[in-house]
């Protein structure tokens, strides 16, 4: 635990948090973070465009560590720790922050990415999306967290997805951070052209939005510069990178262990942003990591129990309920992949 916790007022949390939600409809309440399309030519700048580009050939930027695979299982499947974390660069910016740090110990059996609810789904036109939980009863996850962004429109996955060594989704080589697991027993992360989504030989793979450290530094202002970045909805990618939101991140350790850190934020209050995020993963010993979709998309599920504070409100304006969103990373009963290995 780091620090020691300081409440501030109403008055103060409302003057240091730049709030903009905007309902879609009753039930649906967005903040803008899940709104970031970074799969879409964007209209702006030469840069902005070039960026977008797909890319077919090449091997682009990308950091791979062998994944810890012991013989015997290592129990508990997910370590699980919570810390008060106070952060801030400056005294009138101090806040604290509560983070959920989750350790998985045999990445190569028990990580998968899953589609909404039920294989299929990511598919544009589904319109389908699920809560956390909902996906999480596919395989009993006893971890379950919120992982790509998406159309909220259409339901369609954004990024490259591959889930249990199937292609679920082919971003046609366009430039954002991702991570997963290759056959041959490594975590990847990092950029991927048309030509390299095929030649790693993926079993899972989810796409996010900044790759926040690369190889122990952080890496979010060369992100920033070399992400496509949609902004017909975010504005800039600079700009999606400095609101103060909850955050969620998937990444490794030095042992080659998955690492996932929530920082959890009850609405109204203030989260971080992706160079706070960074240094927060830089502490908890990630040494690679990409940012996911979050703001009131993050949603962290231990053994199908709910272990963050939902953002939106529910349809009785009493409490607050999950939203739905698109695909998870869960960790569950060990399993081999490729199937029949």
Same mark, same amino acid.
């Given at each position: 635990m780091s620090g020691k916790f300081e409440s501030l007022s109403q008055e103060e949390l409302s003057s240091r948090h730049g709030h903009s939600y905007a309902a879609r409809d009753q039930n649906f309440i967005t903040d803008g973070l899940n709104e970031l399309l970074p799969y879409l030519i964007p209209a702006g700048s030469t840069e902005e465009v070039e960026n977008c580009k797909p890319i077919k050939f090449g091997n682009l930027t990308h950091s791979k560590h062998k994944a810890r695979n012991s013989t015997n299982m290592t129990l508990p499947l997910v370590e699980s720790r919570h810390q008060l974390k106070r952060i801030g660069r400056y005294r009138s910016d101090e806040r604290v922050v509560a983070v959920l740090f989750q350790k998985v110990n045999n990445p190569l059996k028990t990580f998968s990415v899953l589609e909404p609810a039920h294989p299929g789904t990511c598919v544009k036109g589904s319109s389908q999306r699920a809560t956390?939980?909902? %996906? %999480?009863? +596919?395989?009993h996850c006893v971890l379950a967290t919120n992982a790509g962004f998406f159309d909220v429109d259409t339901g369609e996955?954004? !990024?490259?997805v591959y889930s249990d060594g199937r292609l679920v989704s082919d971003s046609g080589g366009v430039r954002n951070a991702h991570f997963g697991i290759t056959v041959d027993g490594y975590i990847f992360t990092g950029y *991927? =052209?048309? +030509?390299? *989504?095929s030649s790693h030989r993926f079993t899972q793979l989810v796409g996010g939005v900044v790759w926040l450290l690369k190889? !122990?530094?952080i890496y979010v202002d060369e992100s920033i510069k070399t992400e496509c970045s949609n902004t017909s909805k975010t504005k800039t990618l600079k700009e999606f990178s400095s609101i103060q939101k =909850?955050?969620?991140?998937? !990444?490794?350790d030095k042992d080659g262990r998955i690492l996932v850190a929530h920082v959890d934020v009850a609405r109204g209050n203030i989260g971080v942003d992706l160079h706070e995020l960074a240094s927060i993963l830089l502490d908890l010993g990630f040494v690679n990591a990409i940012n996911l979709d979050s703001g009131g998309s993050t949603t962290t599920v231990i053994n199908g129990t709910l272990a =963050?504070?939902? %953002?939106?409100q529910c349809t009785d304006k009493i409490f607050n309920c999950e939203r739905e969103v698109s695909t998870i990373l869960c960790i569950h009963e060990p399993e081999s992949y490729p199937p029949n290995s």
């Open positions: 956390v939980r909902e %996906s %999480s009863k +596919q395989k996955c954004f !990024g490259n *991927l =052209s048309e +030509q390299d *989504l190889d !122990g530094e =909850s955050r969620i991140a998937v !990444g490794h =963050s504070h939902p %953002s939106d």
